[in-house]
């Protein structure tokens, strides 16, 4: 399984509406399970991290056999499941799903077993 990280900064009060977010996917486990196995997504993780300055850090990581492949066609899709996520969860990050989200820049360590 291959692994990509994709880190955004939240903007005042986006955390609390991406939880919010969060609660009305689980709503909608189904539908988000088979976006992500039509996108051979086979891991999904989102955590928030609270910064030394106040600010907060969400990150994604996304694992499957070829997660960045699944990156690029969940921006493409139209699928109803992924235009309702798209659209709602965009405006919490100021951030266009429609295009496919910046992975981080460099990996600078990691480590199997």
């Not at 997660?67 to 699928?79: D, H, K, M, T, W």
């Given at each position: 399984?291959?692994?990509v990280l994709v880190a955004l900064p939240l903007p005042p009060g986006g955390a609390e509406k991406f939880e919010s977010f969060v609660k009305q996917v689980n709503a909608r486990l189904k539908d988000h399970a088979a976006s992500r196995t039509r996108l051979k997504i086979t891991q999904e993780v989102c955590a928030i991290q609270d910064m030394p300055d106040?600010?907060?850090l969400f990150v994604l990581c996304l694992g499957g056999a070829d997660?960045?492949?699944?990156?690029?066609?969940?921006?493409?899709?139209?699928?109803e499941y992924d235009r309702w996520f798209k659209d709602n969860v965009g405006p919490i990050f100021n951030v266009n799903f429609d295009q496919p989200l910046?992975?981080?820049s460099r990996t600078v360590f990691e480590w199997h077993a």
């Open positions: 399984m291959s692994t106040g600010g907060k997660p960045v492949e699944g990156n690029r066609l969940f921006a493409e899709s139209q699928q910046p992975p981080i």
